[in-house]
């Protein structure tokens, strides 16, 4: 038994230093790879690059411009286990800086310069269209275009097309723009352009519809009208002859023709059971059903049905 405690014992002095033994990393310096110091770089997006230090667990890395003397925002302050990091600036002056860390000790800080060109070339940035996403099938007549913005560009050519011309061409400086359209379902493509006076980049080609036609009306088709029910479920089933229908509404009224608690239900396919637990009480009913298309058009209210639950 005393053997035992020993074994324990020992095994628990192990188990404590391995938790407490960190490498002594204060005196290794971070070797900063690229940019090189006080570079004037031609992009706003650009890798910051670095060294790994043997013992280092994470490294802490700031960007500030125009320097950490006087910083006048802090576009980086981030700590991550790769020795890359990912950036995107905007044009003047910057400072970025390493620190190696681990869970006791920390190097000091490897600092550079930093300079972007306020003609950065755009070709090798990313630009992104953001809204609407690509494929969007809208309702609504004011649809506001966005589009992430590029430091470095000037200005960006926005371009609207339909499938026979150039609906909308314009020059702006910001990253958004809203438009007023017909009230007449079309699909149409856009894109955007942005420019310095050195370089452009041209975004992805979205596309979207605009649909204003309202799904046909479905038909009830059980039970039939004045039915008794004396059971549960209850299955109320309807067909659709639009074809692009996302969901129906299914009402249901009491006999003081107001709707039920509960209702309207949002139904994904043709039929609908009501059960005890819904809590329906002996008396009369009414129902009746609404497409929605994908666009969000509303179709007209069915007819009315009524049943009996007794």
Do not use: H
């Amino acid at each position: 038994m005393k053997t035992s405690w020993i074994i324990i014992l020992v095994l628990f002095l192990l188990w404590g230093c391995g938790e407490i033994i960190e490498i002594d990393i204060t005196n290794k310096n971070v070797v900063l790879v690229a940019p090189t110091d006080s570079a004037l770089v031609e992009s706003s997006s650009l890798s910051l690059k670095w060294q790994s230090i043997d013992g280092a667990k994470s490294y802490k890395v700031q960007v500030a411009s125009p320097n950490f003397d006087n910083p006048i925002k802090f576009w980086e302050d981030k700590i991550i286990e790769d020795t890359t990091l990912e950036v995107e600036l905007d044009s003047g002056r910057f400072q970025w800086r390493v620190q190696a860390l681990n869970n006791g000790y920390a190097t000091k800080w490897a600092t550079r310069n930093l300079w972007i060109s306020p003609n950065a070339n755009l070709s090798n940035q990313i630009f992104a269209l953001t809204k609407p996403t690509n494929n969007t099938l809208s309702n609504s007549q004011d649809i506001t275009f966005e589009w992430k913005k590029l430091p470095t560009a000037q200005r960006y050519l926005f371009q609207i097309l339909s499938p026979t011309k150039f609906d909308t061409l314009i020059t702006t400086n910001t990253n958004t723009f809203t438009k007023t359209f017909a009230n007449t379902s079309q699909t149409y493509t856009w894109k955007v352009t942005a420019l310095n006076s050195v370089s452009l980049k041209e975004s992805a080609t979205f596309g979207f519809s605009l649909d204003f036609t309202l799904p046909t009306t479905p038909n009830l088709v059980n039970p039939a009208d004045n039915t008794i029910f004396t059971t549960y479920p209850i299955t109320l089933s309807w067909s659709r002859t639009a074809t692009d229908v996302d969901v129906d509404s299914l009402f249901v009224y009491n006999n003081s023709s107001q709707i039920v608690s509960g209702f309207p239900k949002a139904v994904t396919n043709t039929s609908f059971d009501i059960t005890n637990a819904m809590g329906l009480t002996v008396g009369q009913y009414k129902w009746a059903v609404k497409s929605i298309d994908r666009a969000g058009n509303k179709s007209p209210l069915s007819i009315q049905r009524q049943f009996r639950i007794q």
